[in-house]
């Protein structure tokens, strides 16, 4: 597992790593460049029959926007680097999921514990709920089998299970934001939710027509 931050979560470049002292490997652009410095850095540590996860800290606190340069990055990191798990963070809700070329993205996983509790202002984004990631991957491939997540709510700084109307509420908003991914969000009988990919043309221009 590699870790990287980014400047544009507000991480200070002052907290980078030198040749002389510790800190944070921290990457000051999302180039070309940037990605052969983690593809360099992966192949010099990589063994067979790993799956290498890239965890990095990125972007903004709030909102559901993604950049065109997260995107491509990511998918830099696994066409060039061979990372199977891009797992991205920094905004304090969950935001859109894509499965690309059979591999995981996570733009936002969202708070799990946080000490923002009572906080105003930020409603439209259900600050207040999170999920439990669960990521099946085939060692051999490296590719993504499935992705199970556990909807859970903040309360009183604890962690509890949420209701029916939270879940739905986690569901509905993330299918919006996962469908420019092509990527479905499904509610389990377990009450689990789950990934679904490809999302079908045919089937998304389905969903539209439904929902105007």
């Known amino acids: 597992m590699f ?12 907290w980078a790593a030198r040749s002389e002292t510790p800190g944070v490997c921290l990457l000051t652009d999302l180039s070309d460049a940037s990605v052969d410095r983690i593809n360099e850095r992966v192949g010099r540590l990589r ?8 965890s990095i800290h990125w972007g903004p606190n709030w909102g559901f926007e993604i950049p065109e340069e997260h995107t491509r990055f ?3 990191l696994i066409d060039q680097a061979g990372v199977s798990i891009v797992h991205g963070h920094s905004s304090h809700h969950p935001i859109a999921i894509e499965v ?20 105003s202002g930020y409603e439209e984004f259900l600050d207040d709920l999170t999920l439990m990631y669960f990521a099946s991957v085939d ?3 490296g590719n993504l089998l499935g992705l199970d997540m556990v909807p859970l709510k903040l309360q009183r700084f604890q962690l509890v299970h949420t209701s029916r109307e939270d879940t739905d ?3 509905e908003t993330l299918g919006r934001e996962c469908q420019r991914f092509c990527t ?24 539209d027509a439904l929902h105007e």
């Open 3 to 14: 870790s990287v931050a980014v400047v544009t979560s507000g991480v200070p470049v002052t």
């Open 47 to 54: 063994r067979t029959g790993d799956v290498v996860i890239l």
């Open 74 to 76: 990511a998918h830099g």
């Open 100 to 119: 690309y070329r059979n591999r995981l993205i996570l733009y936002g996983c969202g708070d799990f514990l946080n000490d923002y509790e009572g906080i």
């Open 139 to 141: 060692l051999r491939s």
């Open 169 to 171: 509420l986690l569901l």
């Open 184 to 207: 479905r969000m499904i509610l389990k009988p377990d009450g689990r939710l789950a990934s679904s990919w490809p999302y079908d043309q045919a089937e998304r221009r389905l969903d």
